[in-house]
């Protein structure tokens, strides 16, 4: 190292930084860098407009690089032209009240390079010379998750929590090494995926906020970091991945340093093309009933922040590039966790998703709530106690192909998702006629969820399968997207829906679903044209004990309390009742067994259909008396059927017509 640069990171580092935690020691942090010298500041330099009100020092220091960095510092430090949803006003506010335990955790895991990538896994020692490329599991989702740094945000969070200084010392050193190590090459695209570099975008600015007013944001990390924002949104303003949620994250962290850092001279080009973008998506992403089109409400979730999240930022800063309309899309996203999920909270596990935990959505309707003035949001966000209940208990998302049906808004209400609708891409799964129910509190027939991205291609294969999910399969074939809605007509006494999906070649599922006293579920289904084989009608329970009669062709839930389901097919000639594999997903990474059956009759060239009538029956207590038979015995795949219900002796007619 020659002289000149001795002195320049000397003068920028402020001395030698000593971090001393779990046995590890770090360098001088301008020691690490390779290339932070004169070229560094000068290249920074000429990506900033110096001729911006407040950089007049920054500008006549030009030519001295340490003093133009030391002035840069002291600018950004001072500024307040540029509001953050981290206020750094509040920083004394946040001492003890910002960190979670499990941020604490993280952020001292972090001081001793033990890091969080997926956090399904636990945590792992990445080296005292950090190794970002590090794969301690076969999954690519731990090191592509690695390099989004989720762990620096618990660390700036602590370091408010705490006040304690190691916290910024640490993630100094830590953001000059990745900067270091991680060019944006082939050899680094784990590090390099346009998703992990959105993330960063957006997540870097929060920790600009958490970190500015720390001793050890040195000019020379300020000169670090600040070039690698620019060539983060850079990059990203040359990517776009169009009709994904990859783009909404590509968008935000492009928008995120454009507009918190406005004296990039490519500031205003990069947040106009991220409000195009977004402007762009949230009508090709978005169906006009509110649900992100790839039919996973863990990226419904996430499309939402996407959306909402640079719409506050560019308000706050006083842009005005989003529409009316733009909001009120974002309101109709939100309505889709009311309308879908369960009463507990849950998430139907329809594609991608899982049903995370019971009240999860709490805080975000609370958000909601007031942000749209939604007095039925502030009922779940609020239990009941405040706002005023939804105004319905059966919805259709009909571009979706989603619906719903609930007795009621407590929390041991019945309540059934069904899902029919187009391909939503890779984090669907061809499940069409699939559906959830929930009573008392339970899960009874939850759909399979998925298990895992990357890293077990069988495991990931098993449970898209449609025969693993509640609906019909010919020769237990995976079935292909073809939905269509024929009947939606919720009332009072009964909810009805009828759906179709031309899944085979020369085979239709039909499916009429049928809610009766909002208390059980009569289904119909068909399964019509010239296709031979066998046809299986696969349903599932909750992991535990089940008995199953197959004299009576009937299975049920057998949990010793609380609420269980019922599930009977009506005889006929040739079907037969068969145990098959059943797996269940709840979280990344985990599966248990459960109960799964179907029924099967095979299906020959002379026969035009398959019917099936299977009574669906959530109880408490002892189930109720219940059977059904179809009058007349329609064609296959016509204009309406007609049953007969009997309830503990008492009859009842229910049935559709089409028009």
């Known amino acids: 190292m020659n002289k000149y640069r001795r002195e320049f990171l000397k003068i920028m580092t402020l001395g030698t930084l000593g971090v001393a935690t779990g046995g590890l020691s770090f360098k001088n942090i301008g020691e690490l860098r390779s290339c932070n010298d004169a070229s560094d500041i000068n290249l920074l330099l000429s990506r900033i407009n110096t001729d911006l009100p407040g950089l007049d020092k920054v500008r006549s220091s030009m030519g001295d690089d340490a003093s133009a960095a030391r002035e840069l510092m002291a600018y950004f430090k001072a500024r307040q032209s540029v509001n953050h949803p981290i206020d750094r006003s509040q920083k004394k506010k946040s ?168 004296e990039f001279k490519d500031a205003e080009d990069w947040s106009k093309e991220a409000f195009q973008r977004l402007n762009n998506e949230i009508s090709i992403q978005v169906y006009p009933d509110g649900h992100q089109n790839e039919l996973a409400m863990g990226y419904h979730l996430g499309s939402i922040a996407w959306f909402m999240r640079t719409y506050d930022l560019a308000r706050m800063n006083g842009y005005q590039s989003f529409p009316h309309s733009y909001h009120t899309s974002i309101e109709r996203m939100c309505e889709v966790p009311m309308k879908l999920c369960h009463p507990d909270g849950t998430n139907p596990q329809f594609g991608d998703a899982w049903a995370g935990s019971p009240g999860q959505h709490r805080s975000r309707l609370l958000n909601w709530a007031e942000r749209f003035n939604r007095a039925d949001f502030l009922y779940l966000a609020t239990d009941g106690d405040e706002g005023e209940e939804p105004g319905s208990t059966a919805y259709a998302l009909k571009d979706s192909g989603l619906y719903s049906m609930r007795s009621g808004w407590d929390k041991q209400a019945i309540c059934l998702a069904l899902k029919c609708g187009p391909d939503g891409g890779w984090h669907s799964q061809p499940d069409n006629g699939t559906f959830e129910l929930s009573a008392g509190g339970r899960k009874l027939m939850p759909d399979s969820g998925c298990y895992i991205y990357s890293g077990d291609p069988e495991n990931r294969a098993w449970f898209r399968q449609t025969k693993v999910h509640q609906t019909i399969t010919l020769n237990g074939e995976n079935s292909a997207y073809a939905p269509r809605l024929l009947l939606w007509q919720p009332a009072d006494d009964i909810d009805k829906l009828v759906v179709e999906n031309a899944g085979y070649p020369d085979m239709t599922h039909r499916r009429a679903l049928f809610f009766v006293k909002k208390k059980y579920f009569v289904i119909v289904d068909e399964a019509y044209g010239e296709a031979t084989g066998d046809v299986d009608l696969h349903f599932q329970l909750a992991p535990g004990d089940a008995v199953f009669n197959k004299d009576t062709f009937t299975a049920r839930s057998n949990f010793k309390d609380g609420w269980n389901v019922s599930v009977k097919t009506l005889e006929q000639i040739g079907m037969k009742m068969l145990e098959e594999e059943g797996q269940v997903s709840f979280e990344y990474t985990k599966k248990e067994p459960r109960p799964a059956f179907c029924y099967r009759v095979s299906k020959d060239a002379g026969t035009s259909g398959i019917r099936y009538t299977t009574i669906v029956t959530p109880y408490s207590q002892d189930a109720p008396d219940l059977s059904a038979k179809i009058m007349d015995q329609p064609a296959m795949g016509g204009k309406g059927i007609d049953l007969e219900i009997t309830e503990n002796g008492s009859t009842k007619r229910i049935g559709y017509k089409l028009t």
């Open 95 to 262: 001492f003890g009240s910002i960190a979670s335990e499990n941020d604490i955790e993280a952020a001292d895991n972090a001081l001793k390079h033990v890091f969080v990538g997926q956090s399904a896994y636990p945590p792992h020692f990445v080296g005292e010379d950090i190794d970002w490329g590090f794969r301690p599991v076969p999954d690519n989702e731990w090191v592509w998750q690695l390099n989004r740094m989720n762990f620096w945000s618990s660390m700036g969070k602590t370091y408010w929590h705490t006040g304690k200084d190691k916290y910024a010392e640490g993630w100094a050193y830590q953001l000059e090494d990745w900067v270091r190590k991680n060019p944006n090459d082939e050899d680094h695209s784990y590090a390099w995926r346009s998703i992990e570099a959105g993330i960063r975008g957006k997540r870097w600015t929060d920790l600009f906020q958490y970190f500015i007013d720390s001793k050890f944001f040195t000019p020379t990390v300020l000169v670090t970091f600040l070039n690698s924002c620019y060539d983060h949104a850079e990059y990203l303003h040359r990517t776009y991945s169009k009709g994904s949620n990859w783009g909404l994250m590509e968008a935000e962290g492009m928008a995120y340093i454009a507009i918190t850092f406005p």
